[in-house]
């Protein structure tokens, strides 16, 4: 669908190259610029453990594009840079704010060279501001953004997302961000400013709970352990005889039916909000008598909105997860056979595949210095000065 778009992503880390990815996947020449050293994520994964000295973190976000060894600091590098930027259509950055102007490629000089370019800023906090010079990482913004402080018992610590929620949001909403600003520039003829950051990003996570708080809600975590603060029981994660399983908005007449205990029907659906954390607990007391799979078929039975609580591997081995055509693979020639999430959107009732495996450091230097013109000699000029690698 992006077929005819080139991208250029001065990204690292999470944010910028899931981002950059999205548009690779749906079919946009994504160049992704790298240092002398290879990105960070070439050399670093959140358990410590590589794959033959590849690193998992690389291949989940790197698929699908190429790789242009550059020392942005060295002057040679600049009017190749300036080339590439005058036929490209996206440039994507994640270094801290300000990094790409003082490198001579900040969004006002590019937007001199090429009007119709499409630059998009990723950060943590926003391009200025307080927080401008903070550290900006998922687990931070979960932090201060009330992520963590939502989520637990009320007796409990703060609970940050078992994942890196923010990061993954924020590189969907700054993918959307420059696909409506490519719509855009259809009808302008002229390219912007795109803007998305991680404090934004784990805001939107919570439109729900926070328009409440906006309107004099108070935020209060229940006893009970509720996955949140503002529903009715039941509703949340409950142990059973050999599990756990999960139970969302279900009536009290249901509950007095199913479990044949007029205690439910009593309190009504009026107070079942203030009476949460008695009912949660007294649905506990019902679901340690039987297995998790006892009281799935029990609930299914009778339209009761329920869930297994799944591990990682039970995840992978879901029959709809697998239905849904959810991971595909590629082959390393160091790691072997790698597996990867598929781009999660369909089109025309199909997933978008991987045409090319994460690429070597600098593997398409000489190849993209070629199609901006620069002869074999020119090339051999750039890479014996460190310019390029």
């Given at each position: 669908?992006?077929s005819?778009?080139r991208?250029i992503?001065?990204?690292h880390f ?9 548009l690779a996947d749906?079919?946009a020449?994504v ?6 050293s290879?990105?960070?994520e070439?050399s670093?994964?959140?358990p ?5 000295g590849?690193?998992p973190?690389?291949t989940?976000?790197?698929?699908n594009v190429r790789?242009l060894?550059?020392?942005?600091k060295?002057?040679e590098s600049l ?9 490209s259509?996206?440039l994507?950055?994640s270094f801290r704010p300000g990094?790409?102007?003082r490198?001579?490629?900040?969004y006002e000089?590019?937007?001199?060279i090429?009007?119709?370019?499409v630059?998009?800023?990723l950060s943590?906090?926003?391009s200025d501001?307080p927080?401008v ?9 979960q932090?201060?953004s009330g992520?963590a ?5 009320a007796?409990?610590?703060p609970?940050?997302?078992?994942a ?7 590189a ?7 696909l ?6 259809e009808?302008?003829?002229e390219?912007?400013r ?9 805001l939107?996570?919570q439109?729900?709970?926070l328009?409440?708080a906006l309107n ?11 996955s949140?603060?503002?529903y009715?029981?039941p ?8 599990g ?11 509950l007095?039916?199913l479990?044949?205990?007029e205690?439910?029907a009593?309190?009504?659906?009026d107070?079942s909000?203030d009476r949460r ?6 649905v506990?007391?019902y679901?340690t008598e039987?297995t ?9 039975e009778?339209?009761i909105w329920?869930?297994?609580?799944q591990n ?13 055509n959810?991971?595909d693979s590629f082959?390393d020639?160091?790691a072997?056979e790698?597996?990867?999430l598929?781009?999660?959107v ?12 994460p690429?070597a450091?600098?593997g398409h230097?000489?190849?993209?210095l070629?199609?901006l013109?620069?002869?074999?000699e020119a090339?051999?000029?750039?890479t014996?000065s460190k310019a390029f690698?």
């Amino acid at each position: 669908m992006l077929s005819g778009i080139r991208v250029i992503s001065f990204t690292h880390f999470l944010q910028g190259p899931s981002a950059s990815q999205i548009l690779a996947d749906l079919g946009a020449d994504v160049i992704k610029v790298e240092p002398p050293s290879g990105a960070f994520e070439r050399s670093w994964t959140g358990p410590g453990r590589m794959i033959n000295g590849v690193s998992p973190f690389f291949t989940l976000a790197n698929r699908n594009v190429r790789s242009l060894a550059v020392d942005l600091k060295n002057p040679e590098s600049l009017e190749p840079l300036l080339e590439l930027v005058r036929s490209s259509d996206v440039l994507v950055e994640s270094f801290r704010p300000g990094a790409l102007d003082r490198l001579g490629l900040g969004y006002e000089t590019l937007r001199e060279i090429n009007p119709k370019l499409v630059y998009c800023s990723l950060s943590g906090y926003g391009s200025d501001g307080p927080y401008v010079d903070r550290p900006g990482q998922d687990v931070l913004i979960q932090a201060m953004s009330g992520l963590a402080a939502a989520t637990g018992r009320a007796d409990h610590d703060p609970t940050p997302v078992g994942a890196c929620v923010v990061d993954q949001h924020a590189a969907v909403i700054g993918a959307m961000g420059i696909l409506a600003a490519l719509h855009g520039r259809e009808r302008t003829g002229e390219g912007t400013r795109v803007e998305s950051n991680l404090l934004n990003a784990a805001l939107d996570l919570q439109i729900e709970p926070l328009n409440y708080a906006l309107n004099g809600w108070d935020d209060l975590r229940s006893e009970s352990g509720v996955s949140s603060s503002y529903y009715k029981a039941p509703y949340g994660v409950f142990p059973t005889a050999d599990g756990h399983l999960c139970i969302s908005l279900t009536s009290l007449e249901t509950l007095s039916t199913l479990f044949d205990d007029e205690w439910f029907a009593a309190i009504g659906e009026d107070n079942s909000f203030d009476r949460r954390d008695d009912i949660n607990e007294r649905v506990a007391g019902y679901l340690t008598e039987r297995t998790s799979a006892e009281w799935f078929d029990i609930f299914d039975e009778h339209r009761i909105w329920s869930a297994p609580v799944q591990n990682y591997q039970q995840v992978i081995d879901d029959p709809q997860v697998n239905h849904n055509n959810s991971f595909d693979s590629f082959d390393d020639e160091a790691a072997g056979e790698i597996r990867v999430l598929k781009h999660p959107v369909m089109y025309g009732g199909e997933r978008p595949g991987i045409r090319t495996a994460p690429p070597a450091l600098g593997g398409h230097t000489g190849e993209i210095l070629e199609e901006l013109g620069y002869s074999a000699e020119a090339i051999g000029k750039l890479t014996s000065s460190k310019a390029f690698l």
